[in-house]
């Protein structure tokens, strides 16, 4: 429900983000019609006590429904977030390992590195990697969504993952040459 929230274009707004939507309406986009467009198994009203609880949605001044950032991502170590570990950390290092063994890389895995930063400047980049990296998942998103539209299915899958990692790290020694700074 989340994912069809911030990519099909009758719940989002021109610049992408997913649009606060009233819990029912007779025409147009309604918390309602979401739920509604992904199962018939689930009631809308009891999504969003269950989403509301978890403080995944919010209701604004208007009444309408609002997806928290937070919604974005499972927390807590439950399954969920288990399974996504797992997930994404499988289809990272299958894509290292193929592009290490295959004689020309076949998928995108790629990293901009800097050391020896002030810990203002790694906040700063980092916030900034923050963002980009929504904006790509979030194009994606809005793209893959689209195409599903009329795609007729199949047995395959396709992940587009991005992390970002920061730390305060002494710089590497001479056994450790990094390739040069920023080099993608």
Known sequence: IIARWIAAP???EADGRPRPLPRAAETGPSFESLVASVTRDLRPRAVLDEWLDRGLVTLDAEERIVLAEAAFVPSG???????????NLHDHIA????????EKPRFLERAVHYDGLSPALARRLELRAREIAMEALQQANREAHAACETDPGGEARWNFGIYIYAEDAPRPGPAAVPPEKGAP
């Open 77 to 87: 170590g439950g399954s969920q977030q288990l399974y996504y570990f797992g997930r």
């Open 95 to 102: 894509a290292s390992v193929a592009n290490i063994l295959d």
């Open 10 to 12: 009758e719940f989002t």
